[in-house]
């Protein structure tokens, strides 16, 4: 009888790991009622270890090669099972490869933004994105701390713990830095070493080694953003009386359409001389701030005894009229009756 249970018994003689996807990292070899033959093959490939468990102790691993499975190449399994040199028998043992080529362009990034203090803004709530590379290095360690006795584990099985674990120390190297939001952009590549450094200790807990981080953006929320845009664009003006005299600049078209042409523009403005200064004023006060501010401008005359118009000021106020012609705020009649009285002036 057990000449015929020992007959029954299915051996296993070739043991290897073909990997058909990228992103399992470990595979634990089908052993069911199976026994491992004395003088087996094991076969690891490069990118590959594989590690003998007995009894839920890793006892063996095994780099890239070709090997015979004896007494000889086993010494840890034969002592755990007790052997004898000179006894062979088939055994059993749970046997995992485990996938050491690296994984690339895994992606991490911030869900919410996270607030820190800034020497500029004060406190700001920062985004962040960016790479980072890996590969398994202590299959041991991997095995007890991570995959287990799963019959295979994946790299996205994994990528969860990792992306959020690198996510939540953005805010201490932010904030270690001291770099200025302006200057982050400027930065970036100093940020990625500085989070590399501080996330390999935990990589390697895990049996891994983190080959790169890169921080490819760092970004403000949108509104955020919208009221940087905005103080960028005060300060490309000049500061404050700039992007006012500006913005009154770009008013003026606006404010004489609303007002049913440019004779109801402000109160009594009429369209004329006076107008035409006070836009040029305007726009020349905007487009070169470190110039001293504009002389008053006095009111338009509107007697027939005003004071002449040089040739130089009319042809300034005839080129502003005719563009609010070309914009639909000044009908063709409208300009053509200013321009007679601006003629009439010059006498």
Excluded at 267 to 290: E, H, I, R, T
């Amino acid at each position: 009888m057990a000449l015929m249970d020992f007959i029954k018994k299915q051996f296993i003689d070739i043991i290897q790991w073909t990997e058909d996807d990228g992103e399992t990292m470990a595979w634990r070899f089908p052993m069911a009622e199976f026994e491992i033959q004395h003088g087996a093959s094991l076969t690891v490939r490069e990118s590959q270890m594989a590690v003998f468990v007995n009894e839920g102790q890793v006892a063996d691993v095994f780099g890239p090669g070709m090997y015979k499975l004896t007494t000889q190449t086993l010494p840890v399994l034969t002592y755990l099972k007790n052997w004898d040199k000179l006894f062979e028998s088939p055994f059993k043992s749970d046997v995992y490869f485990f996938s050491t080529r690296q994984k690339i362009d895994r992606k991490w990034g911030t869900p919410n933004p996270v607030t820190i203090r800034d020497k500029d803004f004060g406190v700001v709530r920062l985004r962040a994105f960016g790479i980072y590379a890996f590969h398994l290095t202590d299959p041991k360690a991997f095995h007890t701390t991570i995959s287990g006795t799963l019959e295979s584990y994946s790299a996205d099985q994994l990528e969860g713990q990792l992306r959020n674990t690198i996510v939540g120390h953005i805010s201490d190297i932010f904030g270690e830095s001291g770099v200025p939001f302006i200057d982050m952009a400027a930065n970036q590549v100093e940020f990625g070493n500085a989070l590399k450094a501080k996330m390999e200790p935990m990589f390697a807990s895990y049996g891994l080694a983190l080959d790169s981080l890169n921080v490819q953006n760092i970004s403000l929320p949108e509104e955020l953003q919208a009221m940087l845009d905005k103080r960028i664009g005060v300060n490309m003006m000049g500061g404050m009386q700039g992007y006012t005299q500006f913005q009154t600049a770009e008013a003026i078209p606006l404010a004489a359409q609303n007002e049913g042409g440019l004779a109801g523009l402000g109160a009594g403005v009429g369209v004329g001389f006076g107008v035409g200064q006070q836009v040029a004023a305007s726009m020349a006060q905007s487009l070169n701030p470190a110039a001293a501010p504009a002389a008053a401008v006095p009111p338009a005359p509107t007697s027939a005894g005003a004071v002449p118009v040089s040739p130089d000021e009319l042809v300034a106020t005839l080129e502003k009229l005719h563009s609010l012609v070309g914009k639909g705020v000044l009908s063709q009649a409208e300009f053509d009756a200013k321009k007679a009285e601006l003629l009439a002036k010059l006498g």
